[in-house]
């Protein structure tokens, strides 16, 4: 099991938002902080670079497929998750900047080389949260992780999804919009959903558990951690 990845209450639907799994994981320097942590008075992301690629054609930027080796360690130095453990140590690749693998990743593997390899400090508030992950991630956990860019490529150009979910164009969702989201997104697939049964209403209540930050009831832009940009 991949634990970094979002576990997805409504992966069948399709969505790539945050779920009850995670919280909502760069610059290429030594111990470099996500600046936009910075004065916030919180534990922030910092990047080391274990090696240097030798040649870099292009940088990872959101929306690639990126092909890894990575291994996860609790901050006490013990190994939780390894790639390269398992059977034929298959690399894992996931498209950046859409919502597949936690904020720590999604950040600290920005702008990085093929043949590079970095380590990820990664504070809970960017990794699993106070929920942490299943018997495996404790709540409140800080991660390291030592990842290796085996590949690069370009990915499909992701949908924008707050656009499809926000019906009036108010640049917010409500809990209707996002009800209706998640029926017509079933009905697509064939899958029947009943929008007033208690399962529906714990999918959207731990939804906006997570994506309403200011807890007004609605789900703004900047608040939605789905793909939302168009020009990505």
Known sequence: MYLFVKCACVTVLGLNLLSVCLSLPQQ?????????????????????????????????????????HYEGFYDNGTKFDSSRDRPGAIPFQFQLGVGQVIQGWEKGLLEMCQGEKRKLFVPSKLAYGEHGSGPVIAPNSDLVFEVELIQVHDGPKPPNVFKMIDIDNDDHLTKDEMSMYLARQAHAQGIPVDLAAKQQEKVLDNLFKFED????????????????????
Do not use: M, W, Y
């Open 213 to 232: 930050k200011n807890g007004d009831g609605k789900i703004s832009h900047e608040e939605f951690s789905g793909p939302k940009h168009e020009e990505l």
């Open 28 to 68: 290429q320097q030594q111990q470099q902080p996500d600046p936009s942590n910075q004065g916030a008075g919180e534990p922030h992301l910092k990047i080391e670079v274990l090696i240097h690629a030798t040649d870099c054609p292009r940088k990872s930027k959101d929306s690639d497929i990126l092909v890894i």
